[in-house]
């Protein structure tokens, strides 16, 4: 009896490509995290219980809205856009609102519903791009090793992401306004980078076999 075929494992080339967005979306994430309170405070001038507000509804948001998107990634993403597709759509949207949180604080600093917004809009197009990465691990390889060996890959590159952010975000964001707008464009432009490698070269368009069982199953279930 032939047993089951074992998965080719994935090129050192497209390993890194795929793990290369965690090192976008830790330097987006960990800017927020780090020295975002900081430089709306201090760069900006807003109040500490305005600066407050700014960051925790936002997150209060994710938490929401995170799960949702997971479902509509799980259940209904249309084969055609698949996860790369999402990325491609979202990664500019994150982007774009990333560089709007310091722009509109500068801009309108006195705006708080504006500045809000745009924390609300990041957070959804953070997560728009970031919940379709993460499954793509799943969808890449059906391999258990070859999930743990992108696994690992993704950490390494989360953990640079943040330490780069923590030694060079602070001093260049609240050495002024204009820094921090220098500073989010650059960012932003890293994250568009490494995410149109992970879906350009990752190559994974669609759900995996696993993935697309078990949507079936579901379908068969409720019927």
């Not at 220098?182 to 879906?199: E, K, N, Q």
């Amino acid at each position: 009896m032939i047993g089951p075929s074992i998965p080719a494992p994935l090129s050192r080339r497209r390993r890194i490509a795929y793990a290369s967005g965690n090192l976008g979306k830790s330097a987006q994430w960990n800017t927020v995290e780090f020295v975002y309170l900081y430089f709306l405070v201090d760069a900006v001038g807003l109040s500490p219980i305005q600066a407050g507000l700014v960051i925790v509804l936002p997150l209060l948001w994710d938490g929401l809205c995170a799960p949702l998107i997971g479902l509509l990634v799980d259940r209904y993403l249309p084969a055609r856009l698949g996860y790369r597709g999402l990325l491609v759509i979202g990664a500019p949207l994150s982007a774009a609102a990333f560089i709007a949180l310091f722009a509109a604080p500068m801009a309108a600093p006195d705006a708080i519903g504006l500045i809000l917004a745009v924390g609300l809009a990041f957070r959804t197009a953070y997560s728009f791009v970031d919940i379709p990465h993460n499954a793509m691990l799943m969808a890449l390889t059906e391999d258990t090793r070859e999930r743990s060996r992108l696994a690992a890959w993704r950490f390494a590159f989360s953990a640079a992401g943040s330490i780069a952010i923590s030694l060079l975000a602070a001093r260049w964001l609240l050495s002024g306004t204009g820094g921090g707008m220098w500073f989010a464009g650059a960012v932003s432009i890293l994250y568009l980078l490494v995410m149109a490698a992970a879906a350009w070269r990752s190559a994974c368009s669609r759900v995996s076999t696993s993935v697309r069982r078990r949507r079936t199953c579901r379908s068969s279930s409720t019927a």
